[in-house]
């Protein structure tokens, strides 16, 4: 059965700081996973996805994950924290077309 | 495109009242995806349609929800009597599910409110 761990239900940083955001996942086959994030009161909005090829995936507003099967691992990372980033984030698998969703790590950026 | 589209933003009931959500996909979408958003449970998917097909509908908690696809552009959500227990935030999403892709695009949600 498929599964999304995310460690750390709240994480915070600072502005300019490196952020760090863990996913793990559980699959039998090889997986499809996903980063969303979702704004306060809005609907959730990919960020990017990784499916096959290149295991270092590039997202947007300078986001990018890197698919490490040995440790079935898809951390989130940018290199210099925003203010505009404060928000929910979620972790995701699939190779049915389902989606199984982490619990979400809400970022907060302190000025 | 207008991207997913739901109706009402934001519904206030009384307890044991009929809701209906509404949810347009995005044109040329195959797939669409009912959510359910709330603090305790999270993200949980309640069903999804395939070609307008319910392929997977375990998810729904309880034979007072509904769902329907009668047409590639539009579905609903139905609860039946409505409790307090179902307020939430409930997502439609849909996705052109074609070989690799399985990228779901959500709408804004609806927030259910239930006195």
């Known amino acids: 059965a498929q599964s999304v761990t995310q460690l750390g239900s709240h994480v915070s940083v600072s502005e300019g700081a490196l952020v760090l955001l863990r996913c793990n996942y559980s699959?039998?086959?090889?997986?499809?996973l996903f980063w969303y994030v979702q704004y306060p009161n809005q609907g959730l909005q990919l960020l990017l996805k990784?499916?096959?090829?290149?295991?270092l995936v590039k997202g947007i507003n300078g986001f990018e994950a890197e698919f490490k099967k040995s440790e079935t691992s898809f951390h989130l990372t940018k290199p210099s924290a925003h203010m505009s980033d404060a928000a929910e984030y979620f972790c995701?698998?699939?190779?049915?077309?389902?989606?199984?969703f982490g619990q979400g790590t809400t970022l907060q950026v302190k000025p | 495109d207008a991207g997913v589209i739901q109706s009402p933003r934001h519904e206030v009931t009384e307890m044991g009242q009929e809701v209906t959500l509404r949810c347009k996909p995005i044109?040329?979408?195959?797939?669409l995806f009912w959510y359910r958003q709330t603090m305790m449970r999270g993200l949980e998917l309640l069903i999804y349609?395939?070609?307008?097909?319910?392929?997977?509908d375990s998810g729904m908690p309880e034979d007072r929800f509904s769902a329907k696809m009668p047409n590639a552009s539009f579905s609903t959500l139905k609860i039946q009597p409505s409790e307090p227990r179902d307020s939430a935030v409930y997502f439609c999403?849909?996705?052109?599910?074609?070989?690799?892709?399985?990228?779901?695009?959500f709408g804004p949600g609806t927030r259910l409110t239930v006195t």
């Open positions: 999403a849909s996705s052109y599910h074609w070989g690799d892709n399985y990228e779901q695009y």
């Open positions: 349609f395939n070609n307008n097909v319910p392929i997977d």
């Open positions: 699959s039998s086959v090889p997986p499809y």
């Open positions: 995701a698998v699939t190779y049915t077309g389902k989606l199984i």
């Open positions: 044109s040329g979408h195959n797939s």
């Open positions: 990784y499916t096959t090829g290149a295991t």
